[in-house]
Structures are given as structure tokens and as C-alpha cells.
């Protein structure tokens, strides 16, 4: 009996919203969350029952108040309004199939850890792409560097004036454009791997 009279007063004040609430936007916030407090409460009610169960009279009186206030476009009231009708259903189903409930929740579980993984994964991938990144600037860098110092030394070769500075200078030339080509080598590699993660990225 506590019950229906506690669905009876939920879509009264339901009905009151519909009829008074042009009056006033300031009237309207308050009836709509006074009426979504009493839902509130009832529903904490049922719940600490020794064996909750919401019927459809509960459920649709719910409906109803969440119609309106989804309708009255105030978002505090309608965040509320939501949990608390998605609650009572999943309150409902599992007071009808525990099982179901069991396995949406490791559903959802199995859905968390995913995206975690994924997650993870993305922040790697973003990590080498960094790595990647630089290791292709720094090595361009330096093969540019080290191929102007091999040509500075293929000039000295030339200007020698003396065959043991010219050997020295031509030894420093050799070593430059090993390096140099290294460098270069290295950059082509490192953006190949960069326009790889990039592109899986996307």
C-alpha cells in the first residue's frame, strides 16, 4: 500500500509539472526536482528491501518523469533523471535474471580492459614515433654536418702544401663521408619507421 501511494504522489507531481510549468522557468526547476527527489528517495527505498523489486507502475511513473524533464532541457536535472532510470532498469533486470546482469557487467569489464589496452598501446606507439622522429632529424643533421666537413677537407687536400698534410685531409675527407652516409642511411630507415607508425596512427 506504501507503495502505490508513493506512485501515486510520484505522477501526480508528474502531472502538476505538465500543467504549471509555463508559468515560470524558476517554478518549473523546482517542481521537476522536487518530483526527481521523491523518485529518488523511493527508489533508495526499494533498493534497501530485503528482496527489491520496482514494478511497472514504478517504472513507468519513472518514464514519464524523465520524459518532462528531458523535455525542460535542464542538464543537472537530466544527468539525474538518466542514472536514476538506468538504475532502477538495471535494478529490474536483475531482480529477474541475475545471470544477464552477471554477464553485461563482464561484458562491460571485458570492454574496460580493451580499451586500456588499446590505450596503452596508443602511448607506446606514440613514444616511438617521438623516438622516431628525432632519431630522423638528428640524423640528417648530421650527415648534412659531416659531408660539409668532408668537403671543407677535400678543399685543404687540395690546397696542401705538403704530402703529409695532404694525406691527414684526405683521411679526415674518408672518415666524414663514411659518416656522413651512415647518417644518412640511418635517417632514411628512421623515417620509414616514422611514416609507418604515422600512418597506422590514423
Given amino acids: 500500500m506504501k507503495r502505490i501511494l508513493a506512485v501515486a ?9 505538465h500543467c504549471f510549468g509555463e508559468d515560470s522557468q524558476d517554478e518549473l526547476y523546482r517542481e521537476l526536482s522536487a518530483s526527481l527527489e521523491q523518485a529518488e ?14 514494478t511497472d507502475e514504478q517504472l513507468e511513473a519513472l518514464q514519464s518523469l524523465n520524459r518532462q524533464i528531458r523535455g525542460s532541457l535542464y542538464s543537472d536535472l537530466i544527468d539525474r533523471s538518466d542514472l536514476l532510470l538506468m538504475l532502477t532498469r538495471e535494478q529490474i533486470l536483475l531482480h529477474r535474471d541475475p545471470q544477464q546482469v552477471q554477464a553485461r557487467v563482464e561484458g ?17 606507439r606514440e613514444k616511438v614515433l617521438r623516438t622516431s622522429v628525432n632519431t630522423t632529424l638528428i640524423s640528417f643533421a648530421s650527415a648534412f654536418t659531416l659531408w660539409g ?11 696542401a702544401t705538403t704530402i703529409g698534410e695532404a694525406t691527414l685531409h684526405r683521411r679526415l675527407f674518408q672518415v666524414f663521408s663514411i659518416g656522413s652516409m651512415v647518417g644518412a642511411a640511418i635517417g ?5 619507421v616514422s611514416v609507418t607508425l604515422y600512418a597506422g596512427a590514423r
Fill in 9 to 17: 504522489v510520484l505522477i501526480l507531481s508528474c502531472g502538476i509539472v
Fill in 41 to 54: 528517495a523511493l527508489m533508495a527505498e526499494i533498493t534497501l528491501q530485503t528482496d527489491p523489486a520496482v
Fill in 149 to 159: 666537413l668532408g668537403e671543407l677537407q677535400d678543399r685543404r687536400y687540395f690546397q
Fill in 188 to 192: 632514411v630507415v628512421s623515417a620509414g
Fill in 108 to 124: 562491460m569489464l571485458l570492454g574496460s580492459r580493451r580499451d586500456a589496452l588499446n590505450l596503452k598501446r596508443s602511448k607506446a
